[in-house]
């Protein structure tokens, strides 16, 4: 299963006890592995990894899902399956519910499959680093092992020092600091 966990939710940890009902071991890949500190993917790759790892632990899936590896993008989109597959153990099929990430598994001979999302409107990582932003309940959103990983490296003060970063670049000595 492909995606950028930005950041693990209740709704990726569904379908991975789904598609955990039709498969023996689930590879779990963090894409877009290279980049962090932006609005859209304020997480690094190991940031996400802890959360997924510890938050598999917690539901008792960790056995299940013992390859957790980070993937950086290609510029190329063609030649971005051979990457995948370069950086993972043999997979017999891939999930993801990417348009692109389908499209180009399916160009590539992979039997790439789609699980249903699970109420949507909550559980996206838009809506989560919206209340994140905004003040708002976000930890009703995602396992409480992600809770606690977000809260630990201040993922939220994070997301809000970005948000100023196009119009703040310099702190003085004395302003609120990282
Ligand atoms: P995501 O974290 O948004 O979603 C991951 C998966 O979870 C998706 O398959 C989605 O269907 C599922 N999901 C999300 N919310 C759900 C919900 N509420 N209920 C059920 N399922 C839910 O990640 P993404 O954007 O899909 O990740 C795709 C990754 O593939 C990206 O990192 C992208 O950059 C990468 N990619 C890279 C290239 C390249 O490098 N050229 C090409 C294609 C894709």
């Known amino acids: ?15 991975i006890k789904n598609i955990l009902k039709e498969v023996d071991d689930l590879i779990i ?20 990894m802890t959360m997924i790892s510890n938050a598999l632990k917690e539901e008792g899936l960790a056995e299940r899902c013992c390859y957790i590896i980070p993937i950086p ?11 995948v597959k370069s950086l993972t153990p043999h997979f017999d099929a891939a999930y993801t519910g990417n348009v692109l990430a389908l499209r180009l598994l399916r160009e590539g001979g ?13 559980y996206s990582g838009t809506e989560i680093r919206r209340r994140m932003l905004k ?3 976000w930890e ?15 993922g939220v003060e994070r997301l809000k020092d970005i948000t100023k970063s196009d119009k703040i670049t310099y702190l003085e000595p004395g302003d609120a600091s990282p």
């Open 1 to 15: 299963m492909i995606g950028r966990y930005q950041p693990f939710h209740k709704g990726h940890l569904e379908v």
């Open 29 to 48: 890949g963090i894409g877009s592995a290279q980049v962090s500190h932006t609005l859209d993917n304020p997480f690094t790759a190991g940031e996400r």
């Open 73 to 83: 993008d290609v510029w190329n989109n063609a030649l971005w399956v051979n990457h």
């Open 110 to 122: 992979i039997d790439a499959r789609i699980q249903p999302l699970f109420d949507r409107a909550k």
């Open 135 to 137: 003040g708002e309940d």
């Open 140 to 154: 009703s959103l995602v396992p409480p092992a992600v809770v606690k990983v977000v809260k630990s490296i201040k």
